[in-house]
């Protein structure tokens, strides 16, 4: 809890800032909600394939701080800064140029403008939030949880700010409409930058790892390990967000209603889930310190406590979901045939609340052990094979509607819950059942010696 609390408060205050966007984009008009839902649902699986790969920070600076590396911490922090950019620029391109996309996937054409000036002022920030998400992940896998959690709110309060001066038009700006929430987003993106940065450089207790005491160069020996742990993480993101932007895409075929009903119950979810995905960090964290310490019984037990507090919390959200659609939907809304959509939705986000916090809190436990690359290929079968295609034949096929689309998305978190946390499980029992294999590595962790201890 010490280690999840400040991690939870972080992810839902960065999530807010979508709410607010939402909340804010639903004042203005319908139109102006599904612009930035379609924009939204583009730009995220780009942005959590980013965030994916630069996860890997986490357990490879976890599992060197458990084995007290510290020089070493320092080498790939750096590598990873490098990492942020080469993959934040190619992202800043691809986000500007998908207005052709829109038109294939048969977007109202009224939205899709919209859509890609929010993308085209969102995408300005990217490179920024890249380096801070280097940064954050360093700190959280050092134990440091609480400077995400400080930055994160100094975001929301710029990013209200900035909604109101380029939305409505302030301080001799023009009114940007929906467009404006993603130039008050790319501000947002710039700050929160620069506070991690003089934070980390500041710190006293940071000189040690040497992170700054040179800017060095790409390594190709540690962009391979980010790479190998970070890419499979990043493609299993991916596969799941990229499941949720088609179903918001499909939305839009069905029409402007469908997409805003389906944008208040997402970005709901969306504000629920970031409690066991916060909760997953200090599940990876703590698995890290511990496989760096050799004790595979202490990284089996954090992940057993971590995935049944995600069990918990969103046996939690599911009945508010359950019991109270109505006045969720209100929080967005007050036009009524969007509340009538979302309501319904917000029933079947309800049913799949367990799944997700198992799913996520069982990928965060495999994080911790670098184990990435099965869980990419099990998110590829649950979301890919099994989600999506269920999703579209009952909603489009036979013609269900949202309701269809979404227990496509039942279906998906609830595969990808067993097999995840059914993993975890098998691979700490065979780590357990190697005591021969433990105690060697312990052997020679004591025969290091004290200089680089």
Not at 52 to 61: N, T
Not at 92 to 112: A, D, G, M, W, Y
Not at 117 to 133: E, N, R
Not at 279 to 292: D, N, V, Y
Request: proline share 5%; aromatic share 10%.
């Amino acid at each position: 809890m010490k280690l999840g609390l400040p991690v939870i408060a972080s992810q839902l205050l960065q999530m807010s800032m979508g709410f607010v966007d939402t909340v804010m984009a639903g004042n203005l008009s319908p139109k102006a909600l599904a612009a930035v839902a379609v924009g939204s649902s583009l730009l995220n699986p780009v942005y959590i394939f980013m965030l994916g790969i630069l996860m890997a920070i986490s357990p490879v600076v976890a599992q060197l701080f458990g084995g007290r590396q510290i020089k070493e911490i320092g080498r790939n922090v750096r590598q990873g800064l490098w990492m942020s950019q080469l993959l934040a620029w190619p992202a800043f391109f691809l986000i500007r140029n998908l207005e052709p996309l829109l038109h294939l996937l048969k977007v109202e054409p009224s939205i899709i403008p919209v859509a890609q000036g929010y993308m085209d002022a969102i995408s300005w920030g990217l490179p920024f939030i890249s380096a801070y998400m280097a940064l954050r992940f360093f700190n959280e896998a050092i134990g440091a949880t609480q400077p995400g959690m400080y930055f994160a709110l100094l975001g929301v309060v710029f990013n209200i700010a900035g909604n109101f001066v380029f939305m409505y038009g302030y301080l001799g700006f023009p009114a940007m409409g929906a467009v404006g929430t993603g130039w008050a987003s790319a501000l947002v993106a710039v700050i929160m930058f620069l506070g991690m940065l003089i934070y980390t450089v500041r710190r006293p207790s940071y000189k040690r790892f040497g992170i700054f005491e040179k800017l060095g160069r790409p390594s190709l020996e540690i962009f391979r390990e980010l790479i190998h742990i970070g890419l499979p993480n990043g493609m299993s993101a991916f596969m799941e967000v990229s499941m949720f932007a088609l179903v918001t895409l499909l939305m839009g075929s069905i029409g402007t209603l469908a997409v805003a009903g389906h944008q208040i119950a997402i970005n709901f979810c969306s504000i629920t889930f970031m409690l066991p995905f916060g909760l997953s960090t200090a599940i990876t964290i703590r698995i890290g310190h511990a496989i760096g310490r050799k004790n595979p019984y202490q990284a089996r037990f954090s992940g057993l406590i971590g995935i049944g507090m995600s069990v918990m919390i969103m046996t939690c959200t599911a009945l508010i979901m359950w019991l109270a659609p109505n006045l969720v939907a209100h929080l967005y809304t007050q036009d009524q045939d969007v509340i009538a959509v979302a309501v319904t939705l917000l029933h079947v986000a309800a049913i799949f609340q367990i799944s997700d916090g198992l799913q996520v809190s069982g990928l965060g436990a495999l994080r911790g052990l670098k184990d990435t690359r099965i869980p990419m290929i099990v998110n590829l079968i649950a979301y890919w094979i099994i989600g999506l295609p269920l999703g579209y034949f009952l909603g489009i096929t036979l013609d269900m509607g949202p309701r269809g689309l979404w227990f496509g998305l039942v279906a998906g978190l609830s595969a990808a819950a067993v097999l995840h946390n059914s993993r975890f499980l098998i691979m700490t029992k065979h780590y357990i059942s190697k005591p021969s294999k433990i105690e060697r590595l312990r052997d020679e962790e004591l025969m290091r010696p004290t200089a680089q201890l």
